[in-house]
């Protein structure tokens, strides 16, 4: 059990200790099953109980395992509880709000959920074992937590491969740059590593919460994937799939969707997602199929029947839930817990304290903008960091912290030099807003261009390939 960061009782959060009171109790079960020694037994029961009154203490709520501590309500998709967090984060699937302007506080999201930071020592490790220097989302904090990353590190040393899964949910056919960060990461870790990945489009999702029908969601997920193919994937080594389609053809996974939905109650995804009794029973089971590409078995045209190929999920933090479910049940059902790579949010145009939104025209640039639409997004609604006036900027210069034209070169001007050469410029005053975004914008265009041009030589054809249950190339 590696998720407890927690180095005493004293010092942990609500959610550490119930993070540690689920471990213990998976721990008091493995041994009961495995017949361990009854003194070994009694300890861990021992240990299981006082942890039970220590949260009591603390929260003043009985553990339930499943429920996290209701400061973990704000979870919540429709409740209440979300506005009642005074100055936290609202971090979920659906919604993603920043109490400041510099947007989500990621160190505190950590403590949170329960992950870890993606450190200098991780981060050396992924050097060494890749053969490659880290991406300049990782050497930047955009991929800046984890689980497990290491066992995955640790197996592949020891020539035990694993497969990449991420996912889309196609809720237009619009896709804007931010939609394409976990893509571009996801290619580059498979170029790296040289593995397989599976890609699911969340058709169904789409469907059960948005007012949309089933064959717009579907050509939603045909349109989509070509953008992500024009990300650059391997047709070899790569399967996109929509759940519309895979989950009736692939008996293997529905019988992992099934597993998970025994093991999972209504009481726990209510505190995981903040389902209400209103909520319809599709949005209520939908978990169990975000959490079947977790487990290699979902996929024997790739695996081979194999269960225990390690799986490994980079994704924004807003999709971790999903996850904590998924690793909570993977035990219990005799399969293996997913790692995960975690990124921040992609900032809308107007600032870091939400995340782009694809129903606001203005508050992102779309894959589908032309050269003049960029530039006039960038010069009208980037959210600047500069002071009001040139005098003022000149002598006090900006804060690259909020200034959303810095922030979007950090996801997109790769020379590290050039970078930092911008910041020191625009905040000492030397560089003023104008210039700032001039830059960005020289460096989007084109950027969307070969986008473009990339996503044209997608044909019907291509995506069918990508799209058809096959086996995979890969090494091990
Ligand atoms: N639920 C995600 C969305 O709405 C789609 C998704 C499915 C996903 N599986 C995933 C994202 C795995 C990241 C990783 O966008």
């Known amino acids: 059990m590696t998720d407890c ?18 471990a213990q109790g998976e721990k008091v079960r493995s041994l009961k099953s495995a017949k361990a020694e009854k003194g070994e037994i009694d300890a861990a029961v021992q240990l299981l109980l006082k942890l039970k009154v220590d949260y009591k203490q603390m929260t003043g709520q009985d553990y339930k395992a499943g429920c996290p501590p209701s400061e973990n309500l704000i979870m919540s998709n429709n409740g209440p509880a979300a506005d009642d967090c005074d100055g936290e984060d609202l971090v979920d699937p659906w919604n993603v709000s920043a109490s400041s302007t510099k947007g989500v506080d990621y160190d505190k999201l950590i403590v949170r959920f329960g992950s870890s930071k993606i450190d200098k020592e991780l981060l050396e490790r992924i050097e060494k074992v890749s053969g490659q220097r880290a991406h300049h989302f990782l050497r930047r904090g955009i991929f800046f937590s984890h689980r497990d990353m290491h066992q995955i590190l640790d197996a592949y040393e020891k020539h035990k491969s694993f497969y990449l899964y991420t996912g889309r949910g196609p809720s237009s056919e619009a896709m804007h740059v931010g939609h394409l960060i976990p893509f571009i990461f996801t290619k580059w870790l498979q170029d790296v590593f040289d593995i397989p990945l599976v890609v699911q489009m969340t058709d169904d999702e789409k469907y059960l919460w948005k007012d949309l029908t089933l064959e717009e969601c579907h050509r939603f997920t045909v349109e989509n994937a070509k953008d992500i193919i024009a990300c650059g994937f391997d047709v070899n080594k790569t399967f996109i799939f929509s759940d519309l389609d895979y989950m009736g053809a692939s008996p293997q996974f529905y019988r992992n969707v099934v597993k998970v939905q025994k093991h999972v109650t209504f009481n726990q995804v209510k505190g995981i997602f903040g389902f209400t ?11 169990a199929i975000q959490a079947a590409p977790s487990f290699s078995s979902s996929f024997p045209q790739i695996f081979g029947g194999k269960k225990d190929v390690p799986c490994l999920i980079p994704c924004a933090i807003d999709q971790d839930p999903y996850f904590r479910m998924t690793r909570d049940v993977a035990p219990r059902i005799g399969l293996l817990k997913p790692a995960l790579l975690h990124s921040t949010f992609f900032p809308a145009l107007q600032g870091a304290q939400t995340k782009m939104s694809a129903s606001d025209p203005n508050s992102s640039i779309f894959l589908t903008d032309t050269p003049k639409q960029i530039k006039n997004k960038i010069n009208k609604h980037a959210f600047s960091g500069g002071k009001d006036t040139v005098e003022e900027h000149r002598k006090y210069g900006g804060n690259t912290e909020v200034d959303v034209s810095f922030l979007y070169l950090t996801f997109f001007l790769e020379d590290d030099e050039k970078l930092e050469k911008i910041k020191e410029d625009y905040t000492s005053g030397a560089l003023l807003t104008g210039e700032l975004k001039k830059i960005l914008i020289e460096t989007l265009q084109p950027m969307i261009a070969q986008h473009q041009e990339r996503r044209k030589q997608v044909t019907d054809e291509m995506v069918q390939q990508f799209m058809t249950p096959r086996p995979l190339n890969y090494k091990f």
């Open 5 to 22: 960061q927690g180095d005493g009782e004293g010092t942990m959060s609500p959610m550490e200790l119930f993070e540690k009171l689920n």
């Open 277 to 287: 009794d209103s909520d319809c029973i599709g949005k209520i089971s939908f978990p």
